[in-house]
């Protein structure tokens, strides 16, 4: 009894913290899915799901069932029409997950500021599913199940490359052997999207990375915050701390 009312209380504190914050809907959907990857088969942590060939069995029924196979999509739309929306909020690994969640929390909270939270919440879930859309039209005979936020992901980065080209982030680049270095947006992120681009040029048909359907939600993202906000209303802004790379589809 005293295990549930200490849970409870720190659920509460979580959601009122959440509420709070400028930007409740980027960390309310970190949480969710944090919340629902713990509960998955994906984590390891629900004994349910049981353990060995059981729980990689239980891995590839969940990920069929909430993702994105493009064969099932276009086969069969009515039934599998909601799962580019599922696909969002389901994560194939620990490193999946902490990747997409870290960049979602150092460029989501500025970009739903800018757009306010229902308009953020539209365009984040709509980019998120155009790019998983895209990407299963451009591989329309995989049977592969494609889960993840990456789409959405790099849809806030490429609004964010709009909205705050000035802002400096911090990167961790590899040939300085991991140290951090700060430079503007407009250097980091366009990086970061040639990175994509070369990387889905050498990509197999096999599961792996969807970089293209990173492709398509930074080129919609950018596209969409240059329609929307227009020149006029680009930000200048505080310096920002962010890492450098992406993780899963």
């Not at 308009?119 to 990407?135: N, Q």
């Not at 049977?143 to 806030?156: F, H, N, R, T």
């Not at 990175?195 to 990509?203: E, F, S, V």
Request: glycine share 12%; net charge positive.
């Amino acid at each position: 009894m005293f295990m549930i009312s200490a849970w409870s209380s720190a659920a509460g504190r979580v959601l009122r913290a959440v509420r709070s914050s400028p930007a409740p809907l980027t960390y309310g959907l970190i949480g969710l899915c944090c919340l629902l990857f713990v509960l998955g088969p994906a984590s390891g942590l629900t004994p349910g799901y049981g353990t060995g060939d059981a729980l990689l069995a239980a891995q590839r029924v969940y990920f069929r069932r909430w993702g994105v196979v493009p064969a099932e999509l276009f086969a069969r739309p009515v039934r599998e029409a909601l799962t580019p929306a599922t696909a969002l909020f389901v994560h194939g690994s620990w490193v999946h997950l902490l990747g997409n969640m870290l960049f979602l929390f150092v460029f989501g909270a500025m970009t739903e500021e800018r757009m306010g939270r229902v308009e953020f919440t539209l365009f984040y879930v709509g980019c998120g599913c155009l790019a998983l859309l895209g990407y299963a039209a451009a591989n329309a005979t995989s049977k592969e199940s494609l889960v993840g936020a990456s789409g959405a992901i790099s849809a806030v980065l490429g609004a964010f490359l709009y909205l705050f080209p000035r802002a400096r982030v911090t990167s961790l680049l590899p040939f300085l052997f991991f140290l951090p270095v700060r430079f503007p947006a407009w250097v980091v992120l366009p990086f970061w999207a040639a990175l994509q681009w070369a990387a889905a040029g050498q990509t197999s048909a096999g599961p792996g990375v969807a970089y293209l359907a990173h492709l398509i939600g930074f080129g919609l993202g950018f596209g969409y915050a240059w329609v929307r906000y227009g020149r006029a209303t680009r930000v200048s802004c505080a310096p920002a701390p962010a890492p450098e790379g992406e993780n899963q589809p």
